[in-house]
């Protein structure tokens, strides 16, 4: 959330907390006092230790400002909540230490639903969301959606794999369009999800863009429209070994990264959203542990996923240029509107004009009017090194955009929102995708630079 808007620190936040803290803590007390060393490690006792290793959010107060929650941010933990005086954080256990040597005092907030209710037997993979849930769409459910929409709209829709996951998952790139099948002179858009794998609700979005702007050409004038003089570009999961892990037990594991294990290390998975090959690792907006929530890999555009998806993005530069104008990776959660750069405080610098800026802000801040989030410069919140909105912007001169989806808290269920919330909180965005499709012939338009910057205007 916006750190300087006190309005949007709600009244009731701190009894809603304090109400919930109270429930947990009242657990582990009593959990703690049967604790005995177990004597052989069974399969029950294994499970339930690999449960307590999971990540927990904890609510810490006292960082106010972009450079406390940079600092705070360099722990490694993930940070997924900003207000005024406070952020929740995702941490480990050792992470959690880490931040309290800070000397900051931890809030632990309640574990996702799911987490302690109904393990997976040990030992069995789950491969379905839990009760609550069964509206989210696995991968595969995913996919089998996907082709029934290619098989019914073949003259609009074309589905195409740009590459595979660490663990072997195709990487699918859709392509919406008329005469989708012939690569024509129109500006184009991309929008992905899922970088982060627990935030599964992205992926509902992109699917609600394909379900829409499918079913709706013909009979809605600005959809048609769109269809008529744009390609749309959709990679509705960049993470999909990420997204697999975090279900696989049948409780929420809290999983962000993807699914490659660092080099030389026990640990496993890189941060995707700091691995891109702009300004790597360069400011103390990513971590090199590997162990961290953040970790940036070994290097720039480590992670397959990452390469697909650059590689993909380079594919699309014709006649040495790059044909994709603007774009949104949508995230959870916060409900905000982000522009590059996140790697510097600075509004404008090498590779940002006032212009280029202007127009960033203006747009995102109209897109902002149009679903009720926040939009700011993506360092407001904290600094992030190798985000894809900077790479995309950066690199590629793409009017790139980061939507971190509802809730605006942890409080309406966090990265966790149960399944009922998907159609009201993907159509949330339909306005906000159209205004981004309809100035994607021209940005510049938004601060009335078209004769400047686009000579067809
Ligand atoms: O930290 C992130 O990658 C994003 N938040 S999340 O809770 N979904 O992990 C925010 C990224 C903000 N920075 C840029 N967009 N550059
Ligand atoms: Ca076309
Ligand atoms: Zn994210």
Redesign the pocket.
């Known amino acids: 959330m916006r750190p300087h808007t006190p309005t949007r620190i709600r009244g009731g936040r701190t009894t809603v907390l304090a109400a919930l803290l109270s429930l947990a803590l009242a657990a582990p007390i009593a959990a703690q006092a049967q604790d005995a060393p177990p004597a052989e490690p069974t399969a029950a006792t294994r499970d339930a230790a690999q449960r307590a290793e999971l990540p927990h959010q904890y609510e810490v107060r006292g960082p106010a400002t972009p450079a406390a929650r940079t600092s705070l941010a360099a722990t490694g933990v993930?940070?997924?909540e900003a207000h005024a005086h406070a952020v929740v954080i995702t941490a480990d256990r050792a992470q959690a230490t880490a931040v309290r040597g800070l000397g900051y005092s931890l809030r632990k907030l309640p574990d996702p639903p799911g987490v302690a209710a109904s393990p997976a037997a040990p030992g069995t993979r789950v491969k379905d969301f839990p009760a609550g849930y069964a509206k989210y769409h696995t991968y595969d459910e995913a996919r089998q959606q996907i082709d029934a929409l290619v098989a019914k709209y073949p003259d609009l829709l074309s589905k195409q794999t740009i590459g595979t996951s660490h663990e072997g998952r195709d990487i699918l790139a859709l392509k919406l369009s008329k005469n989708v099948t012939k690569d024509e002179a129109e500006p184009e858009v991309l929008f992905t999800a899922h970088?982060?794998a627990r935030?599964h609700l992205t992926v509902e979005m992109a699917l609600y863009l394909l379900d829409e702007f499918t079913g709706k050409y013909g009979s809605d004038d600005r959809i048609t429209k769109m269809l008529d003089s744009r390609e749309i570009w959709i990679v509705p999961d960049l993470n999909p070994d990420g997204g697999a892990y975090d279900i696989a037990s049948g409780a929420f594991r809290s999983w962000?990264k993807n699914r490659q294990p660092a080099p030389d290390s026990q640990e496993v998975g890189t941060?995707l959203?700091?691995n891109w090959d702009f300004k790597w690792g360069c400011c103390d907006g990513s971590s090199d542990d590997p162990a961290d929530e953040?970790y940036r890999g070994p290097s720039a555009a480590s992670a397959p996923e990452v390469q697909v998806v650059s590689k993909f993005v380079h594919s699309r530069i014709i006649g040495g240029k790059q044909q994709i104008k603007a774009a949104i990776?949508f995230?959870?959660?916060?409900e905000l509107v982000?522009w590059?750069?996140?790697f510097t405080y600075d509004e404008t610098g090498p590779g940002m004009t006032q212009d280029d800026h202007d127009t960033f802000a203006t747009i995102g801040k109209k897109m902002a009017a149009s679903n009720g989030y926040t939009p700011e410069q993506?360092?407001e919140?904290y600094v992030?090194d190798g985000?894809?909105?900077?790479w995309l912007w950066g690199d590629q001169k793409v009017f790139a955009y980061?939507f971190?989806m509802y809730p605006s808290s942890a409080g309406s269920g966090g990265f966790y929102p149960k399944d009922t919330v998907i159609p009201k909180e993907t159509s949330r965005n339909r306005e906000a995708v159209l205004q981004l499709l309809e100035t994607a012939d021209c940005p510049y338009r938004a601060i009335g630079k078209e004769a400047q910057y686009c000579k067809e205007g």
Do not use: M, V
Not at 331 to 334: E, G, I, L, N
Not at 387 to 390: E, K, L, N, P, V
């Open positions: 993930s940070i997924d970088q982060h935030e962000r941060d959203n700091r953040t990776d995230h959870t959660y916060s982000l590059p750069f996140g993506s360092s919140l992030t985000a894809i909105d900077d980061t971190e």
